[in-house]
């Protein structure tokens, strides 16, 4: 199995629940600018929406949006999928409020142009990060362990970091937590080299 992603894109949430599950898989690096993967293909052979992430399976089959790739993780390795007899529909119901809701609002944020656009954009992601954060059933967002919703939601709050968005405390806390896993230290390692 191989993960297409781009360094610190949204394709990290993927990266880190491969890791944390333990997956056999590889890595490709995709310039986004240029549409070139690593070893020089074309990267819109390979997603026709020139967008990581992008997983390709041994069999060659290509499976592409953060939702649909974070919830086939999660039916392979249940530990990190939610809990409870509506834990697949918490999962779908996390998942996509950060897709819909909190990446897309960065999107706002990175068109954003003057400060009143900027400090309205700023102002939505708070309160979306406000909205998540009373989700929390522990430490995660599910509980005393990380789901595949909580990858995705990291990656969120590192890029509030890089913004200057500010999180709730839960969320402040929730992001150190994360950084100190040892499958988000050797995801970033990885992104950094
Ligand atoms: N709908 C896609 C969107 C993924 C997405 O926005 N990927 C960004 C990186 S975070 C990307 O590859 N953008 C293409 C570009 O910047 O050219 C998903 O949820 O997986």
Redesign the pocket.
């Known amino acids: 199995m191989k993960l297409y992603y781009?360094p610190k894109?949204?394709?990290l949430a993927d990266h880190i629940a491969l890791q944390e599950a333990g997956a056999k898989f590889v890595v490709e690096r995709?310039n986004?600018?240029t549409?070139r993967t690593a070893a020089g293909r074309d990267f819109n052979e390979i997603n026709v929406?020139?967008?990581?992430?992008v997983i390709e399976m041994d069999d060659g089959a290509i499976l592409?949006?953060?939702?649909a790739?974070l919830d086939w993780i999660a039916a392979q390795y249940p530990t990190l999928g939610g809990s409870g007899e509506m834990g697949r529909t918490r999962l779908i119901e996390s998942l996509t409020f950060i897709?819909t809701e909190l990446?897309h609002s960065f999107?706002h944020l990175m068109d954003a142009k003057g400060d009143a656009e900027v400090a309205q954009a700023k102002a939505g992601i708070q309160t979306r990060f406000h909205w998540i954060s009373d989700t929390f059933k522990g430490d995660y967002l599910f509980g005393d362990h990380p789901s595949v919703a909580d990858c995705y939601l990291f990656v969120m709050t590192l890029w509030a970091e890089r913004f200057g968005v500010n999180v709730p405390t839960r969320l402040s806390s929730f992001r150190e937590r994360m950084k100190g896993r040892e499958a988000v230290k050797i995801a970033l390692a990885v992104e950094a080299a």
């Open positions: 781009s894109a949204c394709s995709v986004l600018a549409k929406k020139g967008c990581v992430p592409t949006e953060n939702v790739i897709s990446h999107r």
